[in-house]
Structures are given as C-alpha cells and as structure tokens.
C-alpha cells in the first residue's frame, strides 16, 4: 500500500507537509520522502524507514526543505517521491497502487521512443518512474495522467508536483482515495482525511474516480472530471484505514463496530460458553467490540500490543522477522486468559500463520477455549491492485492451500465459486479444515452481504474481488 499528502499554501509548507505525511506511517514502511519547491527551486528527501520511524529519520531535515508547495509519501514499495526533468519541465511525483501490465508498458516506450530507466536493485523499475515516462509522452500534465488512467491495468493514484501547484490524479476507478482540506491561507491533498484535522484544515472535497484536480494555495480547480464508474477497495474500511479516517462519508470505526455487530447478530454460538469477547490489535479492536455490544458478551483485552518500535505486523519486509515480531509485542494480561473461553476477532486471515501463533500464545497462557470470528469473508484471491498483502501467489492464502489440497492443482472458477459460496458444503468443510490446520475451537467469518451492509453505500462501487473474484 503507501499513503500520501501534499500542501499548496502561501507561507512555509513544511511543518503541515511533515506531519500529514508522518500520519501516513500505518499505510507503508519501506521508504519515506518529501518534495518541495520554493525560493530555492525544487528539493527533496528520501529515508529508509524500515528499522526507524518516518518522524525521526525526516525531523533533521526540515530546514532543507523549506518551500510554499509539497508532496510526501509513506511508501510500502520503491523509494519516491521523484524529482523528474522532462519537456513537460521539472515535477516531482509520487503514487500509490499496483501496476499489472507493467513489462506490457516498459515494452511499449522502449519501442515507441528511445527512453531509459534507472537501475535499481533487484533488476526491476521504479514504478513512479514508469509512470513518469507515460506522462511525458503527452503535451501536458492532464492529457498524461489522462493515458495513465488509459494504460495502466490496475490502480495508480498520483500527487504531481510543479513550481505552480499540485495536480491530484486519482485512480481510473476510484479504489483509493484522495481527500482535500482547506484553510484561509493553504490546500491540502491527502489519502487519510483525518490526517489535517490536527493541522487546522477542515474538510473541502473528496475527488470522484478518476478524477484530476489541480490545487493552488488559492483554489482547487478540476481539471478532468470523474468518471461514473467506481471500485473502491472495500478492505480500506475493514482493516487498512485508520480509525479517525471516513472514505466516501463513511467513518472506518463506525463501519467497524457496524461490522461487529452484524457478525455477532448472525452468529450461531451452538451452546457454547464464553467468557468475554477480545479484539487482535489493532484493527480487529472495534469490530470486537461492536460484537460484544450486540451479543452482550463482555469486552476484555487479554493481551496488548507493544507499540513503540513495531506499530504493525507487516512492516518488515522479510516474512520470517514479521512473525517474530507479531509474537514479540502481545504481551499477555495472564487474569483475563487463564481458564477463560475467548472469543477472538481478527479483521482477515490471509496466510493464517499469525493467528495460529495468536491462538497457540494464548492456550500457552492458560485460555482453554479459543474461538476465532472474522470480520470479512475467506480471502479466496490475491489482490492484484493495492497489494495489501505482500502475497505474490493465491497459494499463499490459507484457503487456496486447502483447495488444493482437497482438489488438485487445476481448479476451475466455478468450483472456486463454490468455496467461496458460504451456504455451499465445500465452503463449510474448507472452514472446517482451516480450524483444525490453526487449532482453533471454532471458527467463522463473516458474510459478505453482511460485511458490505456494514459500509452502507452502494455495492457496485465496491470492490470484492480478494473475496469473490468480482472487481
């Protein structure tokens, strides 16, 4: 994933750019950057941020980037932003989202134009420069984000910043967000709304799918408007989003306890007895606790998170350092598990291996039952546009392993359909499977009319394909 944030103001940009970008942290952990432009032209930063928070690498260097306009970035995949030199003039620009067509595109500028890439380790190319490259194939800014929008199979969103203001692009259908706030003497443009509350900003507008807007410390003017259709990526409000965030008018902890609350209404207990319902940190949290206002089971926190060091599991790179640092920072809260039937709320179950380690940490301390809900459906397809995993195969998820186990390796769409149908028995027994594998005492998820009844807004604009296959 990766977050943004961008200010076009007429004093300093610097301080409301730092932090909006700093609120990003939850969204991305490889890198980090920030661009400006002012009195002394274009300047730019970029940290690794994978061992040290965004805040401490870049608080040394905010007197180099002094500047009236600017863009960061939280990035989960190559370093930007980039400072590029084109016939356009020189910008800087930073994205967000997953290009699946991309040796489609690099193949298509090496023989339409004699073009070049940076070399960057590992052999691959910089996915902001490729989208660079595009851009400056057309005769202005618009007209190439506009093709961006026409050739790239997948989701990019886009801040482009010029010596004149910020040109905001968000993807063709609309599957991440960009939000503008205003106040008397700036604009700023961002991915999580909530991240300009704190800096005086007050909400000014959300750009429509595939919408392009250029934003001054005057104005916002659309530039190229939005599109009719839109995907939004349903998974922002069940597990990416920040609490504080809302996308589309809908709040992401409202949606959560919402999202508990049907979980819990439709839940068959089958006479068992718990002692109190629990939330994974951080993000199963609210969806407990919706589910404990609903059934009446008490709310408890029989573990909790250490978070000054690692704020989320998946920062790391390598997966083997992520599960040792899931284990490493639940410290348990022994008087709530020893002898306790738990029921435990987890947003997903991508792989399965952390909460198999979950469970095992809390049957070593003592719980005796351990039932697990989950706040959406079985994740049956990796997502090939926002990559909210670092999943490279479905057969990374737990429930791709069972079919194939059960099935083979060629499975047809129809028989996947199958599983992923919660009313059907091979959805039932793939479940079943996924218990014993994990060590669970019982589990379900969740429905996914259900989880789309919880966000409220037409299902059409939604995407579920990591559930359905169904963009």
């Given at each position: 994933m990766g977050g943004y944030f961008g200010v076009a103001s007429k004093k300093s940009c610097t301080m409301d750019l730092f932090f909006g970008t700093d609120y990003h942290s939850h969204l991305g952990t490889k890198s980090g950057g920030m661009a400006v432009y002012g009195d002394n032209g274009f300047q730019r930063i970029i940290h690794n941020i994978e061992?040290?928070?965004?805040?401490?690498?870049?608080?040394?260097?905010?007197?180099?980037?002094?500047?009236y306009i600017g863009i960061g970035c939280i990035s989960d995949s190559d370093p930007q932003p980039l400072l590029i030199r084109s016939h356009l003039g020189e910008y800087a620009l930073t994205t967000v989202g997953v290009i699946k067509n991309k040796q489609q595109l690099i193949?298509?500028?090496?023989?339409?134009?004699?073009?070049?890439?940076?070399?960057?380790?590992?052999?691959?190319?910089?996915?902001?420069?490729?989208?660079?490259?595009?851009?400056?194939?057309?005769n202005s800014f618009v007209e190439g984000l506009q093709l961006v929008h026409e050739k790239v199979i997948g989701s990019v969103s886009c801040l482009l910043l010029t010596k004149?203001?910020?040109?905001?692009?968000?993807?063709?259908?609309?599957?991440?967000?960009i939000t503008v706030g205003c106040k008397d003497d700036a604009f700023c443009v961002s991915f999580e709304n909530f991240a300009y509350f704190n800096l005086g900003y007050h909400h000014y507008s959300e750009l429509g799918p595939g919408e392009i807007d250029f934003i001054t410390a005057d104005k916002v003017e659309v530039v190229s408007p939005a599109k009719k259709e839109m995907k939004m990526c349903s998974f922002l409000w069940v597990y990416f989003g920040y609490p504080n965030a809302s996308y589309e008018g809908v709040s992401v902890e409202k949606m959560r306890y919402d999202c508990g609350r049907l979980l819990a209404r439709h839940d068959n207990h089958d006479g068992i007895r718990v002692d109190s319902v629990a939330g994974v940190p951080d993000s199963g949290l609210a969806h407990a606790i919706g589910?404990?206002?609903?059934?009446?089971?008490?709310?408890?926190?029989?573990?909790?998170?250490?978070?000054p060091t690692w704020p989320r599991s998946f920062m790391p790179t390598n997966q083997k350092q992520r599960n040792l640092i899931a284990k490493m920072k639940l410290i348990p809260v022994h008087s709530l598990i020893q002898d306790k039937s738990l029921l435990l709320i987890d947003d997903s179950i991508v792989r399965g291996t952390q909460l198999g380690e979950t469970t095992q940490f809390l049957y070593e301390n003592g719980a005796t039952e351990v039932h697990i809900r989950t706040a959406c459906p079985p994740i049956m397809y990796a997502c090939p546009y926002l990559a909210f995993s670092r999943s490279t195969s479905d057969y990374d998820l737990i429930?791709?392993?069972?079919?194939?186990?059960?099935?083979?390796?060629?499975?047809?769409?129809?028989?996947?359909?199958?599983?992923?149908?919660?009313?059907?028995?091979n959805y039932q027994e793939m479940v079943e499977?996924?218990?014993?594998?994990?060590?669970?005492?019982?589990?379900?998820?969740?429905?996914?009319?259900?989880?789309?009844?919880?966000?409220g807004i037409d299902p059409n604009r939604l995407c579920t394909y990591c559930w359905n296959g169904r963009e």
């Open positions: 061992n040290t928070p965004f805040r401490t690498k870049f608080d040394r260097d905010l007197d180099e980037l002094e500047g193949d298509e500028l090496y023989a339409n134009g004699h073009v070049h890439f940076m070399g960057m380790s590992g052999g691959h190319i910089n996915s902001t420069e490729l989208i660079a490259t595009i851009i400056d194939q057309c004149d203001g910020i040109y905001a692009s968000r993807d063709r259908y609309g599957r991440t967000p589910y404990s206002n609903e059934s009446g089971i008490e709310y408890s926190r029989p573990f909790v998170k250490y978070t429930t791709r392993r069972v079919i194939r186990d059960r099935e083979g390796e060629n499975v047809s769409e129809e028989l996947l359909q199958d599983y992923a149908n919660p009313d059907s028995q499977e996924i218990r014993k594998r994990l060590n669970f005492t019982t589990l379900r998820f969740h429905r996914l009319d259900d989880m789309l009844e919880s966000i």
